[in-house]
């Protein structure tokens, strides 16, 4: 051996797969993956998303088959989203026992609710005429205090269906806080809040805006945070963290890596993230044409994630991921 060579070799843990494997310092399990899905009122066979590949809008009937193959998949749990045939300027279907995200949650609870976290997402933009995830005020600006009155309402329509974890992912200041008082007077102590603490204004939402038929025009920077802003998404979640959220969400993940990091390294509950619709079309489209693997990427994607510190990830991709975890 000449002096000139290394004496540190961090290569030798790297010679075999099964030495990498031994050494991995992140793993993914199915367990902490959560499938978003979405519920549309009026079909009877699911519909494709175009800037979706592979993700699809739900009837009744086929959101009882994907629910149980996400159950005997193993994954975590289900975010539900619902997708109204009328829109008006509150919201109405969103608080209506008979609107389709209540009612598409009875389903599924009936379907898997004990193999499931079953979650709902507890925000008006799917279902107001003007997109928005709150009400307006009489100038058009986004009225924080009556959109609180609105989902208070809404969490006590998804809490009567079943839901177990309420996703507040409104980003109006005070949501946690409002939602935990009105549950706790309701005799719903058990039902849980995830706070979408860290929510940016972000171009990642592009295809889930197709996805939910959003009728929204403009942007939602008044209420979503800033993308540059770092130390204000740590301040969201000690905020939500304060207000009793049972966990904390930073969202979109990938361009988010940083405010998980930070999230992490504070919380004292778990923190999850969120891929979003724009990631999974990025990955989806590069790989449609060959210019990656589509396999690696996705599973690079996701364990990225993990090891910026999420407790648990929602991905387009749960299910299929978590079938090639077991095998
Ligand atoms: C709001 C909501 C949005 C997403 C989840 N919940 C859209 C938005 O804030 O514009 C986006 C999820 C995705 O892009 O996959 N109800």
């Not at 109204?84 to 008979?98: C, I, M, Q």
């Not at 992912?169 to 549950?183: C, E, K, N, T």
Request: proline residues 4%; glycine residues 8%.
């Amino acid at each position: 051996m000449t002096d000139s060579a290394p004496r540190i070799r961090p290569r030798r843990l790297r010679t075999t797969p099964a030495m990498r494997r031994l050494v991995a310092e992140t793993r993914l399990s199915a367990a902490e993956l959560v499938l978003p899905v979405f519920i549309r009122e009026g079909i009877s066979e699911p519909v494709p998303i175009g800037s979706m590949p592979g993700v699809v809008n739900h009837s009744l009937d086929s959101i009882r088959r994907a629910a149980t193959e996400a159950a005997e998949a193993g994954i975590g749990g289900l975010m539900l989203f619902g997708v109204p045939e009328h829109k008006d300027a509150v919201g109405s279907g969103a608080t209506d026992e008979n609107g389709i995200l209540n009612v598409a949650t009875r389903v599924v609870i009936e379907e898997v609710g004990d193999a499931l976290v079953v979650q709902t997402d507890l925000c008006l933009d799917e279902f107001t005429d003007h997109g928005h995830c709150g009400v307006l005020d009489s100038r058009g600006y986004v009225d924080n205090d009556a959109s609180l009155e609105r989902y208070r309402d809404m969490a006590l329509a998804q809490a009567n269906a079943g839901s177990h974890l309420l996703g507040l992912s409104g980003m109006m200041d005070g949501q946690v806080a409002a939602v935990r008082s009105v549950l706790d007077d309701n005799d719903f102590g058990n039902t849980a809040i995830l706070g979408y603490a860290a929510k940016y204004a972000s171009a990642f939402y592009g295809p889930f805006r197709e996805a939910v038929a959003s009728s929204l025009v403009g942007d939602r920077r008044t209420y979503q945070l800033d993308t540059g802003n770092r130390r204000e998404g740590l301040r969201e979640v000690m905020l939500d963290v304060d207000e009793g959220a049972d966990v904390v969400m930073v969202k979109p993940a990938m361009s988010f890596l940083d405010v998980l990091a930070d999230a992490a390294a504070i919380s004292p509950v778990p923190v999850w993230a969120y891929q979003v619709s724009g990631e999974y079309s990025m990955i989806e489209a590069a790989a449609a044409h060959g210019w990656i693997d589509r396999r690696r990427a996705v599973e690079e994607s996701v364990l990225s994630i993990k090891r910026a510190g999420a407790d648990a990830i929602l991905t387009y991709w749960a299910v299929e991921l978590a079938g090639w975890l077991r095998s």
